[in-house]
């Protein structure tokens, strides 16, 4: 099992670009989220889905957008890059069959917005 | 409050034992998980405990629940320069599917 994989894994955009981050998981858990990392404040959750079809926001939602089309990808869309999303980004599965929600994480997206 | 707190910094010397703290503020969390991150990559579950529980030991590692203050421990034993990493804090609350987590304690172990 090659777990969850993200690409890229480093990203340099202008202010205003969009761009899409990549998240895949063969461990077919219906859980997936993604989270972004910034100095000091800990992992902070953008979206999260249950299942495909299924999203739901995080904390910090705003400026991404989601969506499931099947239970391995989760795609987060930047619609309209800022410096302020300049960060780290995690994505993470779980499976929901037991009730511990060990979640298993990618190595991460290093993006810098410009 | 939404708060997970962890002191920022640890400073070990090799071969001693390590404290990592953390308290979290819902009573109704059913989980509490450490997590482990090393220099550019992502976190991994080093253990978890359920609230039901007081303690669990794995190898190195023992977790020290205390429901009644909300606090959470980490306990490395015999800690070595590869066990240098962030170590995150995180909670799961009934009836919410995310886990919160906290900003994360920077261990340093030094000979």
């Known amino acids: 099992n090659a777990g969850v994989t993200q690409t890229p894994k480093f990203q340099v955009l202008k202010t205003g670009q969009s761009m899409t981050l990549q998240c895949a998981q063969d461990?077919?858990?219906?859980?997936m989220s993604w989270y972004r990392q910034d100095p000091g404040m800990g992992l902070r959750l953008i979206h999260y889905s249950v299942g495909a079809g299924i999203t739901d926001q995080g904390e910090v939602p705003n400026g991404y957008n989601v969506s499931r089309s099947t239970t391995e990808d989760f795609p987060l869309r930047l619609l309209s890059a800022a410096p302020s999303q300049t960060s780290v980004y995690f994505c993470a599965s779980s499976s929901l069959a037991g009730s511990s929600y060990e979640q298993y994480f990618g190595p991460g997206t290093r993006l810098t917005v410009t | 409050g939404e708060d997970v707190e962890q002191s920022l910094f640890l400073s070990v010397r090799e071969g001693d034992s390590s404290v990592i703290n953390c308290t979290y503020t819902?009573?109704?969390?059913?989980?509490l998980y450490w997590y482990k991150q090393e220099p550019g990559a992502g976190l991994q579950l080093l253990t978890y405990i359920f609230s039901n529980m007081d303690m669990k030991q794995d190898q190195r590692l023992t977790v020290l629940l205390n429901k009644k203050d909300k606090h959470l421990s980490l306990r490395i034993a015999d800690t070595q320069t590869g066990d240098s990493a962030i170590y995150f804090c995180a909670e799961k609350r009934r009836g919410y599917n995310k886990l919160i987590f906290g900003a994360g304690t920077r261990l340093a172990v030094h000979p």
């Open positions: 461990m077919n858990h219906e859980y």
């Open positions: 819902d009573s109704s969390s059913t989980y």
